[in-house]
């Protein structure tokens, strides 16, 4: 026995599993504790409530929900849309964030300015409340009788931006989407290999996916409704075509902005990274401004701010969750409408925690490979 | 070893004992109220306009307020014996159990689950609060068929979300539901025209309409959702209370029914112009006795507080700024749904 605890190895070993085995005993316990009470309070648990239809709808789903769709439909509309808004405007803040990255880095003394004057505007006010400002600026707009027509396509009122579609369904719309992404890869990695074909990359591409477009938009035709569907007024609504909320454009809105503040000071801190001899090298071959910038100066940048990067991105992921303030439907709100409306806390909370557990390691785990394809071999970085 | 385990099995014991619901003795709440000299009533935690409020004087006003005062006086024969404790709305079961409140009047809705599950027993519905709808007085909608196609929106987890889907899917009405967590987002979203209506419970619709920026801008749609059954709660198994509080509400009624104001009171216990009259004013002895009450406490209660319509139109109707019309709160010959009972 004593030579057992002598024996560092087997004692450490020996720890470990005492440790491991009070931590599962203690969360197990936790477990069956709260099964028992929720019992005794005559609270049904289990998922069985995912099949039951809700009673009340949501206003905004990228597929059909209704009152008489089951909790399992609702979540997802709300795990989709927040998904929606979450990508759209982390893209949308990559963007904002580089071309502000590079106005506070450049020399022009107006760009600078502006890119500053951006920054401390946008990063120094909490995000919660520029979410309320773009909300009121949005719900502000003139009724839809008042709508602001734009050239009789589009209408902007309270109601949001109504734009008109074209007659396709939403599975035409996932073939285009999945068709996009497969033949552009095809075409990439077809062409990459013969000289004459790389410069013409792009063209064919673009000339692939009308006609993939052109295709679908035919076959997909309802009988008897016009190709491009037009958003009318009809008594207290627009009729036809889409409308894009103003819950949603606020958020976005937000989140792109706040998002590109931050961004762009990642940004500028990887240009700035940058040893001056590169830029200075690259000069001296007698590259523009431009190739500097596209060949040396953002390559370089990408590799130092990507880890920054990533933690940005995760975060305004997880920023999306304030849609609930201003009545957007994300999985946030969901869940808790769903917490409020069915009484099933628990399995909505660890529903809610895997949905954004999900979604966040995978933005993580993509944002790690990427990191690891890019890093420079030989530096350890 | 031993004692230590006696110690922790004790200490766990004691605790099991705590943690336990504290019960008020439930016996004889009316005695208890006259012995301390003052009834525990409940109030709001802030302003629950129209019903629960305090005015720039700093004192308490509105619906419930008016029935917490009639039943002070009934009982112990003035308004002002009365104490109003702030609870917010989670509080007021526990508040009841644990005997810092001797009643709940706070527009608590009869339900199946506080009827049994909670310890509380309820008096005749006082209030009928309805769902209905507040929207722009510019698009001139009569009903909710009117509203087709509209932005509604809703304060999200609550029963009106479902309410609206039933009711709106049962007449095959299309809308939008706009679901807002918080109150004020739902107002602001109003007033700013993003929705063209908002569903909700009559007093709310109708302070929302008061604290608009145009209140002339709304009107309150004649068209009723749901109806929820308020009534007053008091603890389970106090067979007394719960008689004085349905007499006390009944006696309101029997005052409207015959024309028994607050001015005209006095006039009529001169010279009941009918046995009932006489009966409720204890003109005729029985109303007081067989209660454990004074024979003149209806009368009391009428002169410090009024009649129902005259509670309901100072507080919440006409009189009032939130100007809610009294549909189903009407008596039964007016179209209502109240009535009295037989006072012999």
Known sequence: MVSFFKNSRLRAWFIQALVLLATVGTLASFILITRQNLLDLGIA???????????????????EVTARSPYAHILLAGLLNTLLVGLLGISLAVL?????????????????????????AFRNVPLILQVFVWYAIFTHLPSPRGAISIFGFGFLSNRGLMLPTFDMSGWDIVIFVLGTGLFGYLIASFASSRDALRRHVWPLILGVVIALFVVLLFIGRTPGEAIINVPELR??????????????????????????????????????????????????????????????????AFRAILPALANQIIWLMKATTLGIAIGYPDYFMVVSTSINQSGQTIELLSLLMGGFLVINYSIGFAMNRLNRHLAIKGQGG | MLKIIISIISAVAVGATLAGPARAASGDTVKTIKERGSLLCTGHNGSYLGFAEVDDKGKWKGFDIEFCKALATAILGSPDKLQIIPVSWAQRFPALQSGDIDVIIKVTGWTMGRDTELGLQFGRPYFIGPTTILTRAELNAKSAKDLEGGVFCINAGTSIERIVADYMGARD????????????????????????????????????????????????????????????????????????????????????????????????????????????????????????LSNDWAYNMIKAVGNYSEIYERTIGKDSPYNLPRGKNHLWKNGGLHYSLVLD
Do not use: H
């Open chain 1, 235 to 300: 008594g207290l609504r627009f009729i036809g075509g889409v409308a894009i909320k103003p819950e949603f454009s606020a958020l976005l809105v937000a989140i792109a902005v706040f998002g590109g503040a931050y961004i762009g000071e990642i940004v500028r801190g990887g240009i700035l990274s940058i040893d001056r001899g590169q830029i200075e090298a690259a000069r001296a071959l007698g590259l523009s401004n431009y190739q500097v910038n596209r060949l040396v100066t953002l390559p370089l």
């Open chain 1, 96 to 120: 904002l964030g580089v071309i502000v990255g590079l106005m506070r880095v450049s020399r022009n003394f107006v760009l600078n300015l502006i890119g500053t004057t951006f920054v401390e």
């Open chain 1, 45 to 63: 648990t289990g998922f069985g409530f995912l099949d039951r239809s809700t009673g009340w709808p949501i206003n905004f789903a990228l597929f």
């Open chain 2, 173 to 292: 009405i299309k809308y939008e539901a706009l679901n807002f967590e918080k109150a004020e987002e739902l107002r602001a979203a109003l007033y700013a025209g993003r929705c063209d209506a908002l569903a909700g419970f009559g007093p709310f619709l109708a302070a929302t309409r008061f604290n608009a920026p145009n209140p002339e801008d709304f009107v309150i749609i004649d068209e009723v959702l749901a109806l929820e059954p308020e009534g007053i709660a008091a603890r389970q198994g106090d067979d007394n209370f719960i008689d004085v509080i349905n007499w006390m509400v009944s006696a309101l009624l029997t005052a409207e029914e015959n024309d028994v104001t607050m001015a005209n009171v006095d006039k009529q216990r001169a010279n009941p112009p009918s046995p009932t009259i006489g009966r409720l004013l204890g003109v005729t002895p029985g109303i007081g006795d067989r209660l454990g």
